[in-house]
Antibody, heavy 119, light 113 residues
Framework: EGPLVETGGGLIQSGGSLRLSCAVSGFSVSDNYMNWVRQAPGKGLEWISVIHGAGTTYYADSVEGRFIVSRDTSKNTLYLQMDSLRPEDTAVYYC?????????????WGQGALVTVSS | QSVLTQPPSVSGAPGQTVTISCTGSSSNIGTGTGYGVHWYQQLPGTAPKLLIYNNNNRPSGVPDRFSGAKSDTSASLAITGLQAEDEADYYCQSYDSSLSGFVFGAGTKVTVL
């Protein structure tokens, strides 16, 4: 296993909620910018959220108001709470680490968690 | 529709060179922003892997057959000496100041003939 391991994916009905977890090893989740990126089946990559080391969060318009990113420093774990899920949220969700201060790129990726939203 | 524009596919015979373009704008790749362009390789059924960072740097373990360049609002990824194992999807990525987040290209599928 790598330094990022996502869990919590599954099948959920439209309008439901799901929480993804990303267990981090080898570095501190609170000392890094942590991002969530998703990939719909057969589609490209879409950035959806970030939590900065100081705790500031940002979201893509497509999930703003429905998704919340958070972290538990005692468990060194990142979370993505997803509410009011829609069929178009069906995707593999990747937990990633941003390589700051060296650059605005993603140097570590988890294996991904599949979320399927049925209508 | 992706903020960064890539060709859907490119192909080449083993040993040849293929180039993938990535076109952005003044709010992301543009010279004045200072944001870098980065490239990821995604093999079938796996998570993306960092291939090129900060325009033209390779992480440890990435063969020097892969190289990147950036000019104005465009960037490119070149694969020289194409090999069968290079068949994958390739994505460019930058940061966009107007969106306050990362942006990706739609991806380019490289096929080795």
């Amino acid at each position: 296993e790598g330094p990022l391991v996502e869990t919590g994916g599954g099948l959920i009905q439209s309008g439901g909620s799901l929480r993804l977890s990303c267990a981090v090893s080898g570095f501190s989740v609170s000392d890094n910018y942590m991002n969530w990126v998703r990939q719909a089946p057969g589609k490209g990559l879409e950035w959806i959220s970030v939590i900065h080391g100081a705790g500031t969060t940002y979201y893509a318009d497509s999930v703003e108001g429905r998704f919340i990113v958070s972290r538990d420093t005692s468990k060194n774990t990142l979370y993505l709470q997803m509410d009011s899920l829609r069929p178009e949220d069906t995707a593999v969700y990747y937990c990633t680490r941003e390589a700051r201060p060296y650059g605005d790129y993603l140097d570590y990726w988890g294996q991904g968690a599949l979320v399927t939203v049925s209508s | 529709q992706s903020v960064l524009t890539q060709p859907p596919s490119v192909s080449g015979a083993p040993g040849q060179t293929v180039t993938i373009s990535c076109t952005g704008s003044s709010s992301n790749i543009g010279t004045g922003t200072g944001y870098g362009v980065h490239w990821y390789q995604q093999l079938p059924g796996t998570a993306p892997k960092l291939l090129i960072y900060n325009n033209n740097n390779r992480p440890s373990g990435v063969p020097d057959r892969f190289s990147g360049a950036k000019s104005d609002t465009s960037a490119s990824l070149a694969i020289t000496g194409l090999q069968a194992e290079d068949e994958a999807d390739y994505y460019c990525q930058s940061y966009d100041s107007s969106l306050s987040g990362f942006v990706f290209g739609a991806g380019t599928k490289v096929t080795v003939l």
